[in-house]
C-alpha cells in the first residue's frame, strides 16, 4: 500500500514489521527509497524474533527487502545502510548475515554501537536505495 503527499510517496508493506511509533516504513523521493530503521520483528506476530543476533539481523534484513520489493526497488540497488548495535561485539555474527544480502555492490555502510534499541532490539538497520 501506498499513499502520496506532494512528491513524498509513503511505502507500507504488510510483509515487513509495522512501525512501533510515528513514522513510515520507508519513503520514496527525489529517485530513492529511505527505509526507516528496521529490527527483528516478525510481521506476522508483532514480536523480536528469538534466537539472538543472527536471527534478529536475518530477520531486520528481510524486513528491509520486502520493503524495498513493495517499493519497486531491491537491496542490490541499495547505496548506503547504518547499522545499530547494543553490543558492538556482535558485529561479526551480524556482519556475516549482512553479507548474505549484500553480495553484489555492497553499500557504504556505517555500524555504531549503542547503549538501546527500541522493542529490545539488539540491532536495527537503515537503509537508502534506488528507486
Not at 528496521?38 to 510481521?43: F, R, T, Y
Request: charged share 15%; proline share 5%; glycine share 8%.
Amino acid at each position: 500500500m501506498t499513499s502520496t503527499t506532494s512528491q513524498v510517496e509513503v511505502i507500507q508493506t504488510e510483509k515487513a514489521a509495522a512501525p512501533i511509533g510515528p513514522y513510515s516504513q520507508a519513503i520514496r523521493a527525489n529517485g530513492f527509497i529511505f527505509v526507516a530503521g528496521e529490527k527483528g520483528i516478525d510481521p506476522k506476530t508483532n514480536q523480536m524474533v528469538p534466537g539472538g543476533i543472527v536471527a534478529e539481523t536475518r530477520q531486520t534484513l528481510e524486513n528491509i527487502k520486502n520493503i524495498l520489493e513493495s517499493a519497486g526497488s531491491a537491496m542490490s540497488k541499495a547505496v548506503a545502510t547504518t547499522v545499530y548495535l547494543v553490543n558492538i561485539n556482535d558485529f561479526a555474527e551480524m556482519n556475516k548475515v549482512y553479507a548474505e544480502y549484500f553480495t553484489v555492490t555492497p553499500p557504504g555502510r556505517t555500524t555504531v554501537g549503542v547503549t538501546s534499541l527500541p522493542a529490545g532490539a539488539q540491532v536495527e538497520i537503515t537503509v537508502t536505495a534506488l528507486a
